[in-house]
DNA sequence: CGTTCTCTTGGTATCGCTACCATCCTATAA
DNA sequence: TTATAGGATGGTAGCGATACCAAGAGAACG
């Protein structure tokens, strides 16, 4: 309609509107909307009226900007294409919705610098809590968010030292209890996979996991063993032939990301190799995919959803009032044991 | 910090703070932060320093409730867990984000009452645009834009008369194309399996396109041959043994849902049954999985990342001042030859 | 019957920023 | 030198809601 930038809002409507043609206060017309049962029920029926007549849309910005509070939430992941994110995503989303927040969405691309830029615009985009995937943050990020005092959930592990809260499960623990079943299976030439290791916490404590795991089963430590792979079916695949060629012997491979161990599984079909026969295939995060491949997939299985439940939850209540107290939630994890191993 | 469910925003400092501090008066404060160019090298200068000083973030609420103008663009996709929506968002948020604009993501679980609700939600959060994966709207939705005038862009479909802009593929020709090639390979009895139909404009036109083609091919519409199945492996993998064991001379099947086409296929697996040799499989959306499954997945390539990067590009350009005229991208559609077919 | 208390309602002053216009200063032309 | 344009700065008045306090109306009480 209009041709400048500048939203004119078509018929912009305002609460004093409203007001006038109710016959009643601004002040009745916001109570009305907002604490129906400290208005009369006359007032009541009368604001509602003029609210339906004109379609009317209470302008929250303005409310906001009067009551220095809003409801606005926001979230930085690594990666928005990542299913496991989605997952959690999808539950943050579902609680804060129930309770009249929104959501902001932004991704860091795994980037700490991105991370404080995106931190810097939601807070000044005035969301009343965060969420970060990451645990690892700039020291600017970590001024930003004492100074402001919003509240903050990190959800990518289970930090030593939390900004604020955090719900997680441990990474670390994760690998170890996975590569520790797999020596428990048998396996003696464990190898490991990991997703690139730079800005990202989670990886590094995996392998942490892994490298523990081997010395508690008396296996030796073989740096060769383990490989580095930005996360994709071909990059398992490869992981997984480049393992084997250098190491004949392997009897099971470990791969810290999904759809690296899908890749591989797939390979193996490829060149005939029988899982577990050749070698045993095991992975991390429960996808769908995972129950259903052929053959099924032995891995880790990560309450994504409880995850996401849980931090909405915990801001919620914060936001609602709750006292502002450190809170660490391990959610923890469990080890499916399926046909690949 | 604070008890009170008020955010105080802990060291709360405002622009005209560091205008005192700076010397100068807060508009010059606004117009170095947002138009630096026409404030003059000095004045920068100082306010540069005393924005690091203090750690000043400017409040984007104040700014937008002034300016009429927000910075925040509203996304409604029907799930977020969903990987095909999840690499739409990321383009989304990807061009939004280098453009100085947010993003703020809902989702309506495929109920259109729930559009309705977040539609209002989100112009009362004053978004600046929105994005509305749907394509058939309650007539309040459809009141509710054109009152507003917010840009909006939708995509999940190509509709006949768009609210205002759409950026999409036809689902209808996307099935016809593939049914048609399946005709074309040679196979006579080819079964469809649909998403659920209800709410679900996209499922609809798939279907129509499918008994378009089989009518093109001089093949009978057998409704026995069309089967509805909730996304999911197992979904898949139980519709295709239902069609089979109902229709033993099934030569092909195509999946209107990726995931229940890779379902079908591990169910092939699982009973030996020869892809394509026994019964082909044809899929819907270029998932990855689908180029590394054994057998590799014949499907429509659908350009989602270019959805979601020209759907935001033309919310952008709207929104800096490109005029307001109706836009109807067909992005295409590519049918993607593998082996299981 | 007056007093106190509770429950509704309304008025007013912001919230922190930007649009708009007035002002001032410098540079260039006449 | 004066006139004039043009760029840089500042003052003021909102944007559309809500917090806070004051006031009015009944109800309950002694």
Same mark, same amino acid.
């Given at each position: 309609?209009?041709?400048?930038?500048?939203?004119?809002?078509?018929?912009?409507?305002?609460?004093?509107?409203?007001?006038?043609?109710?016959?009643?206060?601004?002040?009745?017309?916001?109570?009305?909307?907002? +604490?129906?049962?400290?208005?009369s029920?006359?007032?009541?029926?009368?604001?509602?009226?003029?609210?339906?007549?004109?379609?009317? &849309?209470?302008?929250? /910005?303005?409310?906001?900007?009067?009551?220095?509070?809003?409801?606005?939430?926001g979230?930085?992941?690594?990666? /928005?294409?990542?299913?496991?994110?989605?997952?959690?995503?999808?539950?943050?989303?579902?609680?804060?919705?129930?309770?009249?927040?929104?959501?902001?969405?932004?991704?860091?691309?795994? @980037?700490l610098?991105?991370?404080?830029?995106?931190?810097?615009?939601? &807070?000044?985009?005035?969301?009343?809590?965060?969420?970060? @995937?990451?645990?690892?943050?700039?020291?600017?990020?970590?001024?930003?968010?004492?100074?402001?005092?919003?509240?903050?959930?990190?959800?990518?592990? &289970?930090?030593?030292?939390?900004?604020?809260?955090?719900?997680?499960?441990s990474?670390?623990?994760?690998?170890?209890?996975?590569?520790?079943?797999?020596?428990?299976?048998?396996?003696?030439?464990?190898?490991?996979?990991?997703?690139?290791?730079r800005?990202?916490?989670r990886?590094?404590?995996?392998?942490?996991?892994?490298?523990?795991?081997?010395? +508690?089963?008396?296996?030796?430590?073989?740096?060769?063993?383990?490989?580095?792979?930005?996360?994709?079916?071909?990059?398992?695949?490869?992981?997984?032939?480049?393992?084997?060629?250098?190491?004949?012997?392997?009897?099971?491979?470990?791969?810290?990301?999904?759809?690296?161990?899908?890749?591989?599984?797939?390979?193996?079909?490829?060149?005939?190799?029988?899982?577990?026969?050749?070698?045993?295939?095991?992975?991390f995060?429960?996808l769908?995919?995972?129950?259903?491949?052929?053959?099924?997939?032995?891995?880790?299985?990560?309450?994504?959803?409880?995850?996401?439940?849980?931090?909405?939850?915990l801001?919620?209540?914060?936001?609602?009032?709750?006292?502002?107290?450190?809170?660490?939630?391990?959610?923890g994890f469990?080890?499916?044991?399926?046909?690949?191993?």
């Amino acid at each position: 309609m209009s041709d400048k930038p500048r939203r004119d809002g078509g018929a912009d409507i305002k609460m004093s509107d409203i007001a006038r043609h109710a016959g009643v206060s601004p002040m009745t017309v916001s109570r009305a909307l907002r +604490e129906p049962s400290t208005v009369s029920e006359k007032m009541r029926r009368k604001v509602d009226a003029a609210v339906r007549e004109f379609g009317y &849309l209470p302008n929250r /910005i303005a409310g906001s900007l009067s009551s220095k509070r809003s409801n606005v939430v926001g979230l930085i992941v690594p990666s /928005i294409r990542n299913s496991l994110y989605a997952n959690m995503v999808q539950a943050i989303s579902d609680v804060l919705r129930t309770n009249g927040f929104h959501l902001m969405i932004a991704n860091s691309g795994h @980037h700490l610098e991105d991370e404080e830029a995106l931190v810097s615009a939601l &807070l000044a985009q005035r969301v009343c809590g965060l969420v970060l @995937h990451n645990t690892t943050h700039s020291k600017q990020v970590r001024d930003l968010v004492a100074k402001t005092g919003v509240p903050v959930i990190e959800t990518g592990n &289970l930090p030593a030292e939390p900004l604020d809260m955090a719900v997680s499960y441990s990474n670390f623990e994760a690998a170890r209890a996975m590569t520790a079943h797999l020596g428990r299976l048998g396996y003696r030439k464990i190898g490991f996979v990991t997703l690139p290791l730079r800005d990202n916490d989670r990886s590094e404590e995996r392998r942490r996991g892994y490298f523990a795991a081997l010395k +508690e089963l008396g296996l030796p430590a073989d740096p060769s063993l383990v490989l580095e792979a930005p996360g994709g079916f071909a990059e398992g695949a490869d992981a997984l032939v480049r393992l084997i060629q250098t190491h004949p012997g392997l009897d099971a491979c470990f791969f810290a990301g999904d759809v690296l161990a899908v890749g591989a599984l797939f390979e193996c079909q490829r060149r005939g190799w029988a899982v577990p026969g050749r070698v045993a295939i095991a992975s991390f995060d429960d996808l769908d995919l995972l129950r259903h491949a052929v053959p099924t997939v032995t891995t880790l299985r990560i309450p994504r959803d409880e995850i996401g439940r849980r931090s909405a939850e915990l801001l919620v209540n914060r936001l609602l009032g709750a006292p502002s107290e450190r809170v660490r939630i391990d959610v923890g994890f469990e080890i499916v044991q399926r046909e690949s191993t």
